[in-house]
């Protein structure tokens, strides 16, 4: 059995947020499953005092070139593609790990001011009821004892694949020598990754205007914009009567008779609830859904979350709030657009 360790597994909210269907890149065989050195600083002590991590994701460990041939020229155009990057932008890094249960490999890896990206494949050698077949998620350390959570990407049985941890910070900026820690049972496999991996710049764009919706008591704010050449992370907040935004649908089963919004203890339990998604819409008018999401602040009143998407170039993107009464939709023009702000990318 496999469990991730998800800090909101058991947060009735962070679960609500996990009905909305949304699309995911694609998996190999997914069958299976410039700043200155001060502005940098900066920008690192600002993250850190305000942002937690989030957004469970499984895996990944490493083998040495020698043990994992391929390296980065092994890496498939769909793990790129789901990562956002070119194959130039990834750094040669290496590690190895194996037990009897997991072997696991590193293919190369990318860091800038927004996230830590590894390119791991992890294969399982066991098999359910067994305890020491369990796996959660990694984290990695740095040479100065700096701590990075996994914040998304997974990548089981499907080939080296791209993992999102926490940019990196400090020290560690003028180049990090990075370690894997992974729960495996209950015990905790470490990885000593080869190689030197130092972050590219990032900067801050200019914000937009708060939007007011009166009719239905809800502020809708972007709190922050910090871009990179390959990645922009949105904050975005909504506050006031979030009820009056939140899309409730019957769920899969629900009894013949239950009204729209329930009343009986029946229907209220079989009731579902989609709560309002932020997207990154590109200058062709592709909507984008985020990689990788830090720990959202929600309740009847807030919902406060940061996003991280990828931007191939810049240009003149929109960061939208939106909702759909399908549960099961593909975020797009069908979705119904609450709060929308043009973008300038540069």
């Not at 962070?14 to 997914?30: D, F, G, S």
């Not at 708060?210 to 809708?220: K, Y």
Request: some cysteine; glycine content about 10%; charged content about 15%.
């Amino acid at each position: 059995m496999i469990e991730h360790l998800d800090p909101l597994a058991s947060d009735a909210l962070a679960q609500r947020l996990e009905q909305m269907e949304l699309t995911i890149p694609r998996a190999p065989h997914l069958a299976v499953l410039s700043s200155s050195p001060r502005r940098r600083s900066s920008l690192r002590a600002r993250r850190a005092a305000s942002l937690a991590v989030g957004a469970a994701a499984v895996a990944v460990l490493t083998v040495t070139a020698a043990v994992y041939p391929g390296g980065l020229v092994g890496l498939t155009q769909d793990a790129l593609e789901a990562a956002g990057l070119s194959r130039t932008q990834v750094a040669p890094l290496t590690g190895s790990a194996a037990n009897a249960y997991l072997k696991v490999s590193v293919a190369g890896g990318y860091a800038d001011q927004v996230s830590t990206v590894l390119f791991v494949s992890v294969e399982q050698t066991c098999s359910p009821p067994d305890p020491s077949c369990g796996i959660g998620g990694p984290y990695l350390t740095d040479q100065f004892g700096s701590r990075y959570e996994i914040i998304g990407g997974e990548g089981i049985g499907v080939g080296a694949y791209p993992i999102f941890f926490q940019p990196l910070m400090g020290a560690a900026t003028h180049g990090a020598h990075l370690t894997m820690h992974f729960p495996n049972g209950i015990n905790e496999l470490l990885i000593p990754i080869a190689g030197t991996l130092a972050p590219g710049g990032a900067h801050e764009l200019a914000l937009p205007s708060s939007i007011v919706d009166s009719e239905r008591q809800v502020t809708f704010q972007v709190e922050h914009l910090l871009y990179s050449s390959s990645y922009l992370e949105v904050h975005t907040r909504l506050s006031g009567q979030l009820q009056n935004v939140i899309v409730q649908y019957p769920a899969s089963g629900t009894p013949s008779g239950c009204p729209v919004a329930p009343t009986t203890a029946i229907c209220q339990t079989l009731h579902g609830e989609s709560w309002p998604g932020v997207f990154l819409i590109d200058p062709s008018g592709h909507w984008e859904v985020p990689l990788a999401s830090l720990r959202p602040t929600v309740n009847d009143r807030v919902q406060d979350e940061t996003r991280i998407f990828s931007i191939a170039k810049p240009g003149t993107y929109r960061v939208v709030v939106a909702t759909s009464g399908n549960q099961n939709a593909v975020p797009g023009s069908s979705w119904n657009v609450l709060a929308e702000w043009t973008v300038q990318v540069n």
